[in-house]
């Protein structure tokens, strides 16, 4: 979550290597996890977790606000239903509140 929050600041290491690295995180295609349920307008860079536990980490951009970080960790949930839907609803509410 720190490396994360350091390189939604963009000090993890230098301004332009932060861009990179948020650059890279941007190219993820795992939609059915925090962005499921947020408004198009949000943008957002995960870095998707393996599949053995379901976990997520994002850096979410709300439009006009401040970027903020959020990471979610399950387990012994259904890979393919139960924890998809809690991450993208509690993504969801944390984006809303």
Same mark, same amino acid.
């Given at each position: 979550?720190?490396? =994360?929050? #350091?390189?939604? &600041? #963009?000090?993890?290491?230098?301004?332009?290597?932060?861009?990179?690295?948020?650059? @890279? =995180?941007?190219?993820?295609?795992?939609?059915? #996890?925090?962005?499921?349920?947020?408004?198009?307008?949000?943008?957002?860079? @995960? &870095?998707?977790?393996? #599949?053995?536990?379901?976990?997520?980490?994002?850096?979410?951009?709300?439009?006009?606000? /401040?970027?903020?970080?959020?990471?979610?960790? /399950?387990?012994? =949930?259904?890979? &393919?239903?139960?924890?998809?839907? =809690?991450?993208?609803?509690?993504?969801?509410?944390?984006?809303?509140?």
């Amino acid at each position: 979550m720190q490396v =994360l929050v #350091r390189l939604a &600041k #963009r000090s993890v290491v230098s301004p332009a290597a932060s861009d990179e690295m948020i650059a @890279i =995180l941007q190219q993820q295609y795992f939609n059915e #996890r925090h962005s499921a349920q947020l408004p198009a307008v949000s943008e957002w860079r @995960i &870095k998707p977790a393996d #599949r053995q536990v379901y976990h997520d980490a994002a850096i979410v951009y709300p439009p006009q606000h /401040t970027p903020y970080v959020v990471v979610i960790l /399950t387990s012994g =949930l259904s890979e &393919k239903d139960e924890a998809p839907a =809690l991450v993208a609803a509690l993504s969801a509410a944390i984006y809303h509140n």
